[in-house]
C-alpha cells in the first residue's frame, strides 16, 4: 500500500502532541505519519482502515495505531449528506516515544511498551476495562503539560502492556512508501467502492475509476491492499451488513439487498466467511454481548 506521507504539525515545546477535533466527518484518506497514535472515537460511526483490517467502529471506540501504518476512518453516508447536522468527534494523540532515546525505551522497565509500540504496527483496537480507562485518560491528556504529559502517557501504555482486552487488527505490518499518484489511484477506487458498494459494480467498473486495465488493476489493487477485488467489496459490504442486522432489526433478506446482494444463498456464504456466523447466528452472539454487558 502506497498511502499520504502525513506530517503532523507540532511545535518545539510538545513531544506528546493532543488533538481535540470536531468536523463533520473523519478524515477518509488513506494516509500514515511516524507517530504512533492513540484514536479515541468520541461521536460518529462507520467504517476503518487500518493496514489490511476493515470493520466498523462506533463512539467509544479506542485504536492504537503505530508508526507508518496506512489507515483511515470513513464516516457513515449519512455524515456526508448536504443537511447533515452529525458530527465526527475524536481525540487523537500523537507522539514518537523513539525521540527519547533506543537506551530509554531498551530500559527493563520499558522495554514491554517498546513491545507493544512494536505490535501497534499492526494496529490494535482496546476493549472493556481497559478502554474505558484509556478513554478517562485521553480526555484528560490536553490538561496535562510538559513532562507531566509525558509521564501520563507511559502510566498509559504500561496499563495496556498488562492488559489482555486487546486484539490486533491488521495480519501484516507495513513497510512505510510514498507515491502520490498511487495513492490518489488507491483513494479513488476506495471512495468509488463506498459510495457504490450496494450497487452492482464490477472489477471493469472499478479498473475505470483507475484509469486502468482490468488485468493491470487487479495486480495493483492487490499490491497496495493485500487484497483482491472481491475480497475488499464483500468486507465492505458484509460491515454494512452486520450494522443493518444490529442497529436496523431489518429481515436477512432485507439487509442482502440493502448490503448489494442479490443472491440470497451468496450472502449467507460471504457472510459465514467473513464474520465465522450465519445471519441469525451473528445476530444471537450479539445480543449475548449486549445483555452481558447490561
Excluded: W
Excluded at 456526508?80 to 533506543?102: H, M, P, T, V, W
Excluded at 436496523?248 to 459465514?272: C, L, P, T
Amino acid at each position: 500500500m502506497k498511502p499520504l506521507l502525513f506530517k503532523i504539525a507540532k511545535s518545539e515545546e510538545q513531544s506528546v502532541k493532543v488533538l481535540e477535533e470536531d468536523y463533520p466527518y473523519f478524515y477518509d484518506s488513506l494516509h500514515y505519519h511516524i507517530e504512533t497514535q492513540i484514536m479515541v472515537i468520541l461521536e460518529g460511526r462507520g467504517t476503518y482502515f487500518i493496514g489490511d483490517a476493515i470493520g466498523n467502529f462506533t463512539a467509544g471506540d479506542i485504536f492504537l495505531i503505530g508508526s507508518n501504518l496506512p489507515h483511515f476512518f470513513r464516516s457513515d453516508p449519512s455524515y456526508y449528506a448536504a443537511d447533515s447536522c452529525l458530527r465526527a468527534k475524536n481525540i487523537s494523540i500523537l507522539f514518537a516515544l523513539e525521540n527519547l532515546g533506543e537506551a530509554f525505551l531498551n530500559l527493563p522497565e520499558v522495554y514491554p511498551i517498546k513491545s507493544l509500540l512494536q505490535a501497534s504496527k499492526r494496529g490494535l483496537q482496546v476493549h472493556g476495562s481497559s478502554r474505558e480507562r484509556l478513554f478517562r485518560a485521553a480526555q484528560k491528556a490536553s490538561q496535562k503539560k510538559g513532562l507531566r504529559r509525558i509521564l501520563h502517557l507511559l502510566k498509559q501504555l504500561n496499563h495496556l502492556v498488562m492488559s489482555e482486552e486487546i486484539t490486533t487488527l491488521s495480519h501484516i505490518v507495513f513497510e512505510p512508501m510514498s507515491s502520490p499518484g498511487d495513492t490518489k489511484k488507491v483513494n479513488s477506487v476506495v471512495h468509488f467502492i463506498m459510495l457504490n458498494f450496494n450497487k452492482d459494480i464490477s472489477l471493469a467498473d472499478a479498473a475505470d475509476v483507475a484509469n486502468l486495465s482490468t488485468n493491470s488493476f487487479c495486480r495493483f489493487f492487490k499490491k497496495h491492499t493485500r487484497k483482491t477485488f472481491s475480497q475488499f467489496l464483500n468486507e465492505i459490504r458484509i460491515g454494512h451488513a452486520c450494522k443493518q442486522l444490529i442497529e436496523e432489526a431489518y429481515s436477512v433478506k432485507e439487509v442482502a439487498f440493502d448490503s448489494g446482494y442479490y443472491n440470497i444463498s451468496y450472502f449467507n456464504r460471504q457472510f459465514k466467511l467473513i464474520t465465522s456466523y450465519t445471519p441469525s447466528e451473528y445476530l444471537k452472539a450479539h445480543k449475548n454481548t449486549r445483555n452481558l454487558a447490561n
